[in-house]
């Protein structure tokens, strides 16, 4: 099934419908965006698997979560500067024949994440 995420909003308890999502690929400090989403009402890809099986490489990858937009467009009053603002997941792959979920649980105030299933 390659790569994919989901985000769940846990100030809300609701899928984080609308949150903008940007895909690296890196090389130490280098970063080159893949591509740009926005999550759907299910809090994922609205075109599935950001990679599939055949796609994905072995490598590293980053994954960029603009949480104060998500949180500011609910309507949430965050103080200024914000104490989150864009949560990076840098994450590696190791076996393109396996699925790598990578999901973010996240609120204004903190965030979490494994590799799922």
């Not at 995420?5 to 999502?21: K, R, Y």
């Not at 940007?22 to 299910?42: C, F, H, P, R, S």
């Not at 994922?44 to 949480?67: A, Q």
Request: aromatic share 10%.
């Amino acid at each position: 099934m390659g790569l994919s995420t989901h985000v769940l909003d846990t100030m809300h308890g609701t899928p984080a419908a609308g949150m903008a999502v940007a895909l690296y690929t890196t090389d130490g400090e280098v970063a080159t965006l893949v591509k740009t989403l926005v999550l759907n009402e299910d809090g994922r890809n609205p075109e599935g698997p950001l990679f599939d099986n055949d796609s994905l490489k072995k490598g590293t990858y980053r994954l960029v979560f603009d949480v104060a937009a998500y949180f500011k467009a609910r309507g949430v009053v965050l103080p200024e500067p914000n104490f989150l603002n864009k949560v990076s997941l840098d994450f590696g792959v190791a076996h393109t024949n396996e699925h790598y979920h990578v999901p973010l649980l996240v609120s204004p105030w903190s965030y979490s994440t494994y590799r799922g299933s």
